[in-house]
């Protein structure tokens, strides 16, 4: 199975800030990394597909990039809405596999 | 617009069976797939597995291979997920979610609490 190691796994940020999370793959996975956002007691959201597209309707403060292994989501101009766990999720190959979370905190 | 909804939640006692529930509208039921994955309270996800509404071809995690069961009807553009012999640490939410080989998951349904307890 793949492994997908993602970091921080917290941080605390500020209004107007900039942040990234990193997502790493144990193996290449050809770009097909996902992001996703989830808020306590919801459903995950997806930001990012691809590694670095955005999906419809999602605000371009989110962005995406990295190949091979090595991943970041970045998120500008943090507002309160935007407190929530990010995760990373592989779709290259069976069994789907995801990062263990990044909670950030305004 | 695309809507995943699936059953409400499920109490059920060690060594039972629970069926969960997702009904897709707004897009081509049989152009994407289904993928199943649960999360435990308080921990991540874990993904459970996979199916095409359209050739009925599934993929299982190894975790639960031999006691999952995913299932389509096409009339109703509907998935299930059947899970038996149910343990304790099968406590989780279940989401579906449509998905595509480029673009992964898409669309979420709103989840589906299945607690596990004697």
């Known amino acids: 199975d793949i492994q997908m190691t993602q970091s921080p796994s917290s941080l605390s940020a500020s209004v107007g800030d900039r942040v990234t999370i990193t997502c790493r793959a144990s193996l290449v996975i050809n770009n097909y990394l996902a992001w996703f956002q989830q808020k306590p007691g919801k459903a995950p959201k997806s930001l990012i597909y691809?590694?670095?597209n955005l999906h419809s309707g999602v605000p371009s403060k989110f962005s995406g990039s990295g190949s091979g292994t090595d991943f970041t989501l970045t998120i500008s101009n943090l507002q309160p809405e935007d407190s929530a766990t990010y995760y990373c999720q592989q779709y290259n190959s069976y069994p789907l596999t995801f990062g263990g979370g990044t909670t950030v905190e305004i | 617009q695309v809507q995943l909804m699936q059953s409400g939640g499920e109490v059920k006692r060690p060594g039972a069976s629970v069926r969960v529930s997702c009904k897709a509208s707004g897009y081509s039921f049989t152009n994407y797939g289904i993928t199943w994955v649960r999360q435990a309270p308080g921990e991540g996800f874990e993904w459970m597995g996979w199916?095409?509404?359209?050739?009925?071809?599934?993929n299982y995690a190894q975790s639960v291979q031999g006691r999952l069961t995913l299932t389509t009807d096409r009339s109703t553009t509907t998935a299930y997920l059947e899970l038996r012999s149910l343990r304790s640490d099968d406590t989780a939410t279940y989401f579906c979610a449509r998905e595509s080989p480029q673009d992964g998951a898409t669309h979420w349904g709103q989840g589906t609490l299945v607690t596990v307890s004697s």
């Open positions: 691809a590694a670095s």
């Open positions: 199916i095409s509404p359209y050739t009925t071809n599934t």
